[in-house]
């Protein structure tokens, strides 16, 4: 059974440019949150999807966006880079209305030059 | 909104010895204290979680306590091992929704 995946494991960006990143939910999962996590600090939330909607955004600029497909996966896409988007990107998925712990992938290193 | 601290920053610690670390929310209606562990290049890993309807739960080595009046909750790891070392999360949330982390704890165990 696999666990949330996440692509791709690295990725080199330089200021102004635009970025994709892809998370594919744990098997029987339909809600996916989005996590930064900054060297050295907790994750801060992005946003969740469930039902192709955000449902719930963090304290992130419109730069940052999202979608969610009919199978659940999960697109993450940032703007406009800054140097200050360097930052490991965490995908989370859980069952809604669960009661179930989000499960965490191993996320995407994002380096802006 | 809310908010979550995080003590100490660093910990480090005897193999067989215990460690503890503490949390604070601020948030009244958090209802929801998962504790993740992160390796190296790795993703957190749920370890062990607590909901506000209970006081203490045990799993093996581990053990989470939550005093909802001083809205507090700690991670009690007994007989330290040397892969328990890594950085260590805890967070709180309402309902299941966004987890709301503290700032980690690096846990370092010599054997």
């Known amino acids: 059974d696999a666990g949330v995946t996440q692509s791709p494991t690295h990725l080199i960006k330089t200021r102004g440019q635009q970025v994709t990143l892809r998370c594919s939910p744990k098997s029987g999962h339909d809600t996916v949150s989005w996590y930064q996590q900054a060297l050295g600090q907790g994750p801060q939330f992005i946003f969740q999807?469930?039902?192709?909607?955000?449902?719930q955004r963090g304290n992130f600029p419109d730069r940052f966006s999202g979608h969610q497909f009919p199978n659940y996966s999960s697109e993450l896409n940032v703007n406009a880079l800054l140097l200050g988007d360097s930052a490991l990107y965490l995908c989370?998925?859980?069952?809604?209305?669960?009661?179930?712990?989000?499960?965490f992938g191993d996320g995407t290193r994002l380096s802006i030059l | 909104g809310e908010n979550v601290e995080q003590h100490p920053s660093t910990l480090s610690v005897q193999e067989g010895d215990s460690a503890v670390i503490k949390c604070t929310y601020s948030?009244?209606?958090?209802?929801?204290f998962p504790w993740y562990k992160q390796e190296l290049g790795k993703g957190p890993q749920l370890i062990i979680d607590i909901r506000s309807n209970v006081g203490e739960k045990k799993d093996q080595r581990i053990a989470v306590t939550l005093n909802k009046t001083a809205k507090h909750f700690s991670l009690h790891i007994t007989e330290t091992q040397p892969e328990d070392s890594a950085v260590y999360f805890c967070?709180?949330?309402?309902?299941?929704?966004?987890?709301?982390f503290g700032t980690g704890t690096r846990l370092l165990v010599s054997p």
């Open positions: 999807y469930y039902e192709e909607e955000e449902r």
């Open positions: 967070a709180a949330s309402k309902g299941f929704q966004k987890l709301v």
């Open positions: 989370a998925s859980s069952r809604q209305l669960s009661n179930q712990p989000q499960h």
């Open positions: 948030d009244s209606a958090s209802n929801y």
